[in-house]
């Protein structure tokens, strides 16, 4: 019997950032993945931080190589009816994004935790949950054929949208909200430098279109495509083709190609499960919520959930006060909500849902607004870097 004060269940970005944050106070983790550390550092994912993950890397001690090799991003680009709009998020709300791949967030948490000696257990089969509603949660799990068990006082559900945490909260103390989207996106990554120092996401009556970059060197691009496509359908020149019709003429005139290094087609959905916790479990980032990319929300929606939760243990723990834990669903979820309506707005926004001509002409219109209205472009940046958490006015309350 293995003992431990946290069982982190998912090797992800939000289990390896809470495992490191509640390392640095003291609080003893164990932390479950059931892949194998290879696949799980190669995964391609997005690649846009706001401020407050930022500072929350820096916190667990993680910073150094964002700090160095993250792109500051000032604004980012709309490109409709031929036409662009820039989102001055500097001047708009003072702060800036960084540009920055999941996958060196993921690689530098790996690393990161190697140093705390409560190495992850990777292929962790079989993992299962119990006793969440006695006060004595129990974690088994198989490893090389041998069965294992964990007690610890609090088990945090890192393990995404498919993972087994949600799926052990019994169906009627649960409620899940969700959209599928009708199409999904299709993602190149290129050796070729970007089209644009900034992010532009382009509306177009072929579809959406979104330019992002890894570095100088290194472009990640995407274009909506029909649900039901499949990547072998896509060769490279039929994408740098697409690409190049959905963006203005002077943007596709500089597009530079080359051969793809990863190309993939994600579906598209927002995805909420309420609570966020079950007795001695707590949901955290995938588990309980999915948004779609549009926003870039994903990995930042899962580091506020692990900074809320992070200190509502630190204060059992430390101040013997449940009272930040008790709230941590409520708080993550007024975020949660937020995120997920500013993710469906701007995909609503930017896509193309149908051939219906008053729905694509109302998308003009919300875009021009944007370019006309300082009010209305400062809700979309201050959303866009990140709604700041207000503890102070909670506690008012
Ligand atoms: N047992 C152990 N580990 C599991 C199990 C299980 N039963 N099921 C899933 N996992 C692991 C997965 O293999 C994965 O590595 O949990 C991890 C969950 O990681 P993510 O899906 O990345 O979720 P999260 O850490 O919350 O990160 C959210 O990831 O998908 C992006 O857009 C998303 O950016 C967001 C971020
Ligand atoms: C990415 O760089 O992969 C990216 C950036 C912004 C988004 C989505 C994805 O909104």
Redesign the pocket.
């Known amino acids: 019997m293995q003992r431990t004060q946290v069982a982190i ?7 390896l950032l809470l495992g490191q944050l509640l390392a640095r106070q003291g609080i003893d983790t164990i932390v ?4 194998s550390r290879a ?2 550092e190669a ?1 391609i ?2 690649g846009l931080l706001e401020p407050g993950t930022v500072e929350l890397l820096h916190t667990a001690g993680v910073g150094a190589r964002l700090a160095r090799e993250g792109l500051v991003h000032e604004g980012f680009e709309l490109a409709f009816d031929g036409r662009v709009e820039r989102i001055d998020l500097k001047g708009l709300t003072g702060e800036a994004v960084t540009v920055y791949g ?1 996958t060196e967030v993921q690689r530098d948490l790996g690393e990161a935790r190697d140093t705390v000696g409560r190495p992850v257990i990777y292929e ?1 089969e079989e ?1 299962r949950l119990s006793g969440l509603d006695t006060g004595h949660p129990r974690v088994r ?1 198989r490893r090389g054929g041998v069965e294992e068990e964990i007690e610890c006082d609090f088990i945090a559900g ?8 949600r799926q052990s909260i019994p169906a009627d103390r649960i409620r899940t909200y969700e959209r599928i989207y009708p199409f999904g996106w299709l993602g190149v990554l290129a050796d070729v430098p970007p089209v644009s120092h900034e992010l532009v996401y382009a509306n177009h009556a072929r579809g959406f279109a979104l330019c992002s970059m890894r570095s100088a060197h290194r472009s990640r691009y995407y274009v909506q495509c029909p649900l039901d496509d499949r990547v072998e359908e896509w060769s490279d020149a039929r994408f740098w083709d697409e690409l190049r019709a959905r963006l203005p003429e002077a943007y596709a005139a500089r597009l530079v190609t080359g051969p793809s290094i990863e190309k993939s087609i994600a579906p598209l959905r927002s995805f909420v499960a309420e609570p966020m916790r079950f007795g001695s479990l707590f949901l ?4 309980a919520h ?2 779609p ?1 549009t926003g870039a929300k ?2 930042n ?2 580091a506020a959930d692990v900074r809320v939760l992070c200190d509502g243990l630190v204060d059992h723990y430390r101040a013997g006060s449940d009272l930040l834990l008790d709230e941590y669903s409520t708080r993550a979820l007024r975020r949660v909500w937020k995120a997920t309506r500013f993710s469906w707005w701007f995909t609503t926004v930017m896509h193309k849902f149908s051939d219906e001509i008053f729905a694509a002409r109302l998308q003009l219109a919300e875009l021009e607004l944007l370019g006309e209205s300082r009010a209305a472009a400062q809700a979309v940046a201050e959303n866009y870097v990140g709604l700041r958490f207000r503890r102070a006015e909670h506690e008012s309350r």
């Open positions: 269940i998912g090797g992800g970005p939000s289990g479950l993945e059931q892949r696949y799980v995964r994912r997005a999941q962790a993992v799990y890192c393990d995404g949208y498919h993972g087994v945490s955290v980032g995938d588990a999915i948004v990319p994903g990995l929606l899962a």
